[in-house]
């Protein structure tokens, strides 16, 4: 199972980064769980400046923007 944490203050990018992720990890068929981790200690924690970011199994993969749904699915499939 794979760990999918949205980190983001819970901005509408944020909840649209959080939606694609679930989408793309649907279409995958991959099992998953989602996180959204909004407390700023624990984001920036991650190393991340700018929100909304994703990580996957604790490693970030995006930051500071919302990837296609080509990108999320290439990021989730490795």
């Given at each position: 199972m794979?760990t999918?944490?949205?980190l983001?203050t819970?901005?509408?990018?944020c909840?649209?980064?959080?939606?694609a992720?679930?989408d793309a990890a649907?279409?995958?068929?991959i099992d998953?769980k989602?996180?959204?981790?909004?407390?700023?200690?624990?984001i920036?924690?991650?190393?991340v400046?700018m929100?909304?970011?994703?990580?996957?199994?604790?490693?970030?993969?995006?930051?500071?923007?919302?990837?296609s749904a080509?990108e999320?699915?290439?990021i989730?499939?490795?």
């Amino acid at each position: 199972m794979k760990t999918l944490q949205i980190l983001g203050t819970g901005c509408p990018k944020c909840k649209k980064l959080a939606e694609a992720t679930e989408d793309a990890a649907k279409n995958l068929g991959i099992d998953y769980k989602l996180e959204k981790v909004t407390d700023i200690t624990a984001i920036m924690s991650f190393g991340v400046m700018m929100t909304p970011a994703l990580a996957v199994d604790g490693k970030v993969k995006v930051s500071g923007k919302i990837p296609s749904a080509d990108e999320l699915r290439k990021i989730l499939s490795n």
